[in-house]
């Protein structure tokens, strides 16, 4: 081992802004990150990890999936992601628009005001749904490339994602305030710490008339049920990101559907949620979601009152 590969896993993770887990995971599954070891035992990493990682991730938001990106080489990325200042078209991607200057400023001065201000515009002009369903999410993907390519350091993109998650926050619980539709429990598996997927989940659930059961982050099987019984749901809703472990989520979405009653439907979605079998729907697609779910409400309405 060279003295270079100095790197701790924990110190990797925090670098490319990825969890341990994930790290691991890649690792098992792919095969990259390749550590090496210490006389310990411990994982240790070359820095120039880092870059690599990097490049993943932004290409990830672009809409590339880990599974394609891990077999590839720095250069390789690099073309992917980048070319001579301008994002790659490919046809399994559609590239990131450029930050607009004064949006690029008030992330850069860590202007959480004028983010809300910006924010509060867009769903002014085009509603809370389009907002979440393109606009915030297009947001995000180029506050990632701009992370990749050195405009921003992980403390912008980790305040964006903070400020964003307070915008959404706000505007599904003011929904909720008055809402009488079908109660959805929304929530995430233990272990999963990525909570904007669920945020979008919970306005798109709000604008479509359901009353939110709002659980958060790292949850026990034990506790959705216990808040579906105590509430009388119709529905759980589990946000799975792109950087959760696929065959936790299989276990613990089988144990979640065993211990679910059988008229409580089970709905996942998010990058990690591809090929759940034990799902009663899944979804990657914000749009497909509200279609779902506005077709869905009147039925669920009346199986709400009548279990009331």
């Not at 006389?39 to 809409?63: F, I």
């Not at 990325?77 to 949006?103: D, I, M, T």
């Not at 697609?285 to 779902?292: H, I, P, Y």
Request: charged letters at 25%.
């Amino acid at each position: 081992m060279e003295d270079s590969a100095v790197m701790s896993i924990g110190a990797l993770a925090r670098a490319v802004g990825l969890t341990e887990g994930t790290l691991r995971n890649w690792e098992r599954r792919y095969g990259y990150p390749k550590p090496e070891r210490t006389p310990g035992g411990h994982r240790v990493y070359r820095p120039e990890v880092v870059a690599v990682l990097k490049l993943v991730c932004s290409a990830m938001r672009m809409g590339h999936r880990p599974a394609q990106l891990l077999k590839m080489n720095q250069t390789q990325l690099e073309a992917l992601v980048h070319r001579q200042g301008q994002v790659v078209r490919l046809p399994a991607a559609v590239p990131a628009k450029p930050l607009e200057s004064g949006f690029m400023g008030a992330i850069l001065r860590f202007d959480a005001e004028r983010l809300f201000k910006s924010f509060r515009a867009r769903v002014a002009k085009s509603g809370l749904l389009r907002f979440v369903q393109e606009d915030a999410r297009e947001m995000m993907r180029s506050v990632g490339v701009a992370w990749s390519e050195g405009e921003l350091e992980i403390e912008h993109e980790h305040f964006v994602s903070e400020v964003l998650r307070d915008f959404l926050t706000a505007k599904w619980r003011a929904l909720n305030a008055n809402a009488d539709g079908p109660r959805v429990v929304c929530g995430t598996l233990a272990g999963e710490q990525h909570g904007l997927g669920l945020h979008f989940a919970a306005c798109t659930l709000a604008a479509n008339g359901y009353h939110v059961l709002f659980l958060g982050t790292d949850l026990p099987a034990t506790s959705i049920c216990s808040a579906v019984r105590e509430h009388r749901a119709v529905a759980v809703a589990i946000s799975m990101s792109e950087f959760s472990e696929s065959e936790a989520n299989e276990r613990m979405i089988r144990e979640l559907r065993s211990e679910l009653p059988r008229s409580i439907e089970l709905w996942t979605g998010g990058g990690g949620s591809d090929g759940l079998a034990e799902s009663d729907a899944t979804f990657t697609d914000l749009v497909a979601f509200s279609g779902f779910l506005s077709d869905r409400v009147d039925e669920l309405r009346a199986r709400s009152n009548q279990a009331l």
